[in-house]
Protein backbone atom coordinates (compact mmCIF):
# COMPACT_ATOMS: atom_id res chain seq x y z
CA UNK A 1 0.00 0.00 0.00
CA UNK A 2 1.36 3.47 -0.96
CA UNK A 3 0.69 6.79 0.63
CA UNK A 4 0.26 10.17 -1.46
CA UNK A 5 4.20 10.87 -1.26
CA UNK A 6 4.38 7.48 -3.21
CA UNK A 7 6.25 5.77 -0.39
CA UNK A 8 5.21 2.31 1.03
CA UNK A 9 2.58 3.23 3.73
CA UNK A 10 4.34 1.86 6.62
CA UNK A 11 7.63 3.69 6.01
CA UNK A 12 8.66 5.47 8.81
CA UNK A 13 7.47 8.67 10.62
CA UNK A 14 9.75 11.38 11.49
CA UNK A 15 8.11 13.80 14.04
CA UNK A 16 9.05 17.94 13.83
CA UNK A 17 8.23 19.71 16.87
CA UNK A 18 7.16 23.47 15.94
CA UNK A 19 4.72 26.04 16.83
CA UNK A 20 6.33 28.08 14.31
CA UNK A 21 4.07 28.17 10.91
CA UNK A 22 7.12 28.87 8.19
CA UNK A 23 9.79 26.30 10.12
CA UNK A 24 7.14 23.79 9.47
CA UNK A 25 6.72 25.09 5.79
CA UNK A 26 10.57 25.03 5.28
CA UNK A 27 10.94 21.90 7.08
CA UNK A 28 8.34 20.07 5.01
CA UNK A 29 10.19 21.29 1.63
CA UNK A 30 13.51 20.76 3.66
CA UNK A 31 12.81 16.51 4.07
CA UNK A 32 10.11 16.10 1.35
CA UNK A 33 10.55 13.00 -1.13
CA UNK A 34 12.89 10.96 1.09
CA UNK A 35 11.34 7.83 2.33
CA UNK A 36 9.69 8.87 5.65
CA UNK A 37 6.62 10.75 6.53
CA UNK A 38 7.06 13.68 8.12
CA UNK A 39 4.43 15.12 11.05
CA UNK A 40 4.37 17.75 12.52
CA UNK A 41 3.68 18.06 16.42
CA UNK A 42 2.80 20.95 17.39
CA UNK A 43 3.03 21.84 20.81
CA UNK A 44 5.38 24.96 22.48
CA UNK A 45 8.36 23.75 25.35
CA UNK A 46 10.29 25.11 27.62
CA UNK A 47 13.90 26.63 26.30
CA UNK A 48 16.25 26.64 28.48
CA UNK A 49 18.54 29.99 28.80
CA UNK A 50 22.06 28.81 28.29
CA UNK A 51 25.43 30.11 26.56
CA UNK A 52 24.91 28.15 22.98
CA UNK A 53 22.59 27.02 20.67
CA UNK A 54 24.01 23.13 21.16
CA UNK A 55 23.27 23.53 24.86
CA UNK A 56 19.79 25.01 24.18
CA UNK A 57 18.62 22.47 21.64
CA UNK A 58 20.12 19.57 23.47
CA UNK A 59 18.36 20.39 26.66
CA UNK A 60 15.13 21.10 24.94
CA UNK A 61 15.74 17.87 23.08
CA UNK A 62 16.00 15.56 26.40
CA UNK A 63 13.55 17.87 28.14
CA UNK A 64 10.49 16.33 25.43
CA UNK A 65 12.18 13.06 25.68
CA UNK A 66 11.36 12.29 29.06
CA UNK A 67 8.27 13.92 29.31
CA UNK A 68 7.14 11.36 26.93
CA UNK A 69 4.72 13.32 24.87
CA UNK A 70 6.51 13.10 21.66
CA UNK A 71 7.19 9.60 19.71
CA UNK A 72 10.78 8.88 18.95
CA UNK A 73 12.30 9.93 16.98
CA UNK A 74 11.83 13.33 16.30
CA UNK A 75 13.27 16.48 15.60
CA UNK A 76 13.57 19.99 17.25
CA UNK A 77 15.62 23.52 15.89
CA UNK A 78 16.83 26.55 17.77
CA UNK A 79 18.19 29.40 15.92
CA UNK A 80 19.81 32.70 16.72
CA UNK A 81 20.70 35.98 14.85
CA UNK A 82 24.38 36.85 15.36
CA UNK A 83 24.91 40.44 14.90
CA UNK A 84 28.77 41.60 14.94
CA UNK A 85 28.54 45.16 15.99
CA UNK A 86 26.32 43.57 18.93
CA UNK A 87 28.96 41.34 19.89
CA UNK A 88 26.53 38.06 18.69
CA UNK A 89 23.60 39.86 20.22
CA UNK A 90 20.40 38.75 20.12
CA UNK A 91 22.05 35.23 19.54
CA UNK A 92 20.49 32.68 21.64
CA UNK A 93 18.34 35.07 22.84
CA UNK A 94 16.78 36.03 19.37
CA UNK A 95 12.93 34.62 20.11
CA UNK A 96 12.85 36.84 23.25
CA UNK A 97 14.24 39.57 21.21
CA UNK A 98 11.84 39.02 18.39
CA UNK A 99 9.38 38.87 20.66
CA UNK A 100 10.05 42.18 22.52
CA UNK A 101 12.07 44.24 20.17
CA UNK A 102 11.16 43.55 17.08
CA UNK A 103 13.07 43.92 13.60
CA UNK A 104 12.71 47.81 14.22
CA UNK A 105 14.33 47.37 17.57
CA UNK A 106 17.22 45.83 16.24
CA UNK A 107 17.52 48.07 13.55
CA UNK A 108 17.80 51.18 16.24
CA UNK A 109 20.70 49.07 18.11
CA UNK A 110 22.46 49.23 14.77
CA UNK A 111 22.16 52.96 14.08
CA UNK A 112 24.85 54.80 12.93
CA UNK A 113 27.30 51.58 12.93
CA UNK A 114 29.09 51.00 9.86
CA UNK A 115 29.63 47.55 10.27
CA UNK A 116 26.59 45.01 9.49
CA UNK A 117 27.85 41.81 9.58
CA UNK A 118 25.45 39.05 10.73
CA UNK A 119 24.99 35.07 11.00
CA UNK A 120 22.10 32.90 11.38
CA UNK A 121 22.85 30.02 12.81
CA UNK A 122 20.55 26.44 13.18
CA UNK A 123 21.28 23.31 15.48
CA UNK A 124 18.68 20.87 14.42
CA UNK A 125 18.36 18.54 17.49
CA UNK A 126 17.47 14.43 16.18
CA UNK A 127 16.26 12.56 19.11
CA UNK A 128 16.75 8.62 17.67
CA UNK A 129 14.15 5.64 18.55
CA UNK A 130 16.97 4.52 21.17
CA UNK A 131 17.36 8.00 22.72
CA UNK A 132 20.13 9.49 21.85
CA UNK A 133 20.60 13.33 20.68
CA UNK A 134 22.33 14.10 17.50
CA UNK A 135 22.86 18.06 16.21
CA UNK A 136 23.07 19.43 12.90
CA UNK A 137 24.51 22.90 12.36
CA UNK A 138 24.04 24.99 9.73
CA UNK A 139 25.47 28.90 9.40
CA UNK A 140 23.94 31.67 6.87
CA UNK A 141 26.82 34.98 6.94
CA UNK A 142 25.17 37.91 5.90
CA UNK A 143 24.47 41.42 6.75
CA UNK A 144 21.85 44.10 8.16
CA UNK A 145 20.48 46.49 5.82
CA UNK A 146 19.32 49.99 7.15
CA UNK A 147 15.96 48.96 6.75
CA UNK A 148 13.48 46.12 6.58
CA UNK A 149 12.87 44.74 3.37
CA UNK A 150 9.85 42.24 2.20
CA UNK A 151 7.21 40.27 4.06
CA UNK A 152 8.16 36.82 3.53
CA UNK A 153 9.72 34.21 5.84
CA UNK A 154 9.46 35.02 9.17
CA UNK A 155 11.49 36.44 12.31
CA UNK A 156 13.98 38.07 11.23
CA UNK A 157 14.47 37.59 7.65
CA UNK A 158 13.32 40.86 6.79
CA UNK A 159 16.41 42.50 7.71
CA UNK A 160 18.85 40.07 6.67
CA UNK A 161 20.18 39.80 3.42
CA UNK A 162 22.52 36.60 2.54
CA UNK A 163 26.19 37.31 1.69
CA UNK A 164 26.50 37.66 -1.97
CA UNK A 165 23.23 38.47 -2.11
CA UNK A 166 21.20 42.20 -2.24
CA UNK A 167 17.46 40.66 -1.67
CA UNK A 168 16.44 39.84 2.21
CA UNK A 169 15.18 36.49 3.22
CA UNK A 170 11.94 38.60 3.60
CA UNK A 171 11.93 39.16 -0.38
CA UNK A 172 13.20 35.93 -1.35
CA UNK A 173 11.12 32.77 -2.53
CA UNK A 174 10.80 29.93 -0.25
CA UNK A 175 13.02 27.77 -2.30
CA UNK A 176 15.99 30.66 -3.20
CA UNK A 177 15.95 31.19 0.86
CA UNK A 178 16.19 26.96 1.51
CA UNK A 179 19.23 27.20 -0.83
CA UNK A 180 20.81 29.96 1.13
CA UNK A 181 19.65 29.47 4.66
CA UNK A 182 21.29 28.17 7.94
CA UNK A 183 17.71 26.04 8.26
CA UNK A 184 18.20 24.54 4.73
CA UNK A 185 22.19 23.52 5.19
CA UNK A 186 21.43 21.62 8.51
CA UNK A 187 18.26 20.35 6.92
CA UNK A 188 20.45 18.56 4.11
CA UNK A 189 22.96 17.42 6.70
CA UNK A 190 20.00 16.32 8.59
CA UNK A 191 18.30 14.65 5.12
CA UNK A 192 21.60 12.68 4.26
CA UNK A 193 21.86 10.81 7.68
CA UNK A 194 18.23 9.94 7.51
CA UNK A 195 18.62 8.65 4.07
CA UNK A 196 21.67 6.70 4.48
CA UNK A 197 21.49 5.38 8.38
CA UNK A 198 18.65 4.22 11.08
CA UNK A 199 17.42 6.40 13.92
Not at 6 to 34: C, Q, Y
Not at 63 to 89: H, N, Q, T
Request: charged residues 25%.
Amino acid sequence: MMDATGWPGHMRVLRVVTSNDGKAREFARALGGIPWRIERVMMRYEEVQADTLDEVAVASARELMASGEVPRPFILEDAGLFVEALKGFPGVYSAYVLRTLGCRGVLRLLEGAEDRRARFESRIALVTTWGEVELFPGTCRGTIPMEGRGDGGFGFDPIFVPEGGARTFGELELAEKQRLSHRGAAAATLRARLSHGTV
